[in-house]
């Protein structure tokens, strides 16, 4: 029996022309998980974390980046700088609601790269892992005022069902074939 070894590196192009690589998130990326924590505004930090985090804090960013291709997936999007070191500018992830065929999804996009492309992009090759994995659907909670992600949901037709719950919405949203 052979062991899957996961989702495998991905070039992608933006809208304006940058390429990135997109590959799996493990645990030695909590560092660049931390930098681009910190790169992102407040407003983008809240609409991720439906909290006001000054700071990733160390026991998150290591829960975040433990991963087994299977239960927990996360793909990051990355460059590279001039020296040679990684850039992280977003990530898609799944968490399996134990159990069932049923995942939590979350994407999170540095401010300078949303409305490129790459949220999108994230997500639609999550979906691709995850479905090799057995998963038939995605949950995820947005904030109501998260119109960018609500607006993003509806373009790739992935709005099936939405409940307004405790001041979230619920998405639910099968991932097709």
Not at 105 to 110: D, E, K, R
Not at 141 to 150: A, K, T
Request: net charge positive.
């Amino acid at each position: 029996m052979s062991v899957d070894p996961g989702p495998r590196p991905d070039l992608l192009e933006l809208r304006d022309g940058r390429r990135i690589q997109i590959r799996p998130l493990g645990p030695g990326d909590e560092p660049l998980l931390h930098e681009a924590f910190s790169r992102m505004s407040e407003r983008s930090v809240y609409f991720r974390f439906f909290s006001p985090l000054k700071r990733l804090p160390e026991d998150m960013a290591r829960r975040l980046a433990r991963v087994d291709s299977r239960e927990r997936c996360a793909l990051a999007a990355v460059t590279r700088r001039p020296d040679g070191s990684e850039h992280i500018l977003g990530v898609a992830r799944y968490d399996r609601i134990p159990g069932t065929n049923v995942a939590e999804v979350a994407v999170a996009v540095i401010d300078e790269y949303q409305r490129l492309g790459l949220g999108s992009s994230l997500l639609r090759r999550l979906a691709e892992v995850a479905r090799k994995q057995g998963l038939e659907r995605f949950v995820l909670i947005v904030l109501p005022e998260n119109v960018s992600m609500l607006g993003l949901l509806r373009r790739m037709g992935w709005m099936h069902e939405a409940r307004l719950l405790g001041g979230v919405y619920e998405i639910t949203f099968p991932l097709g074939q």
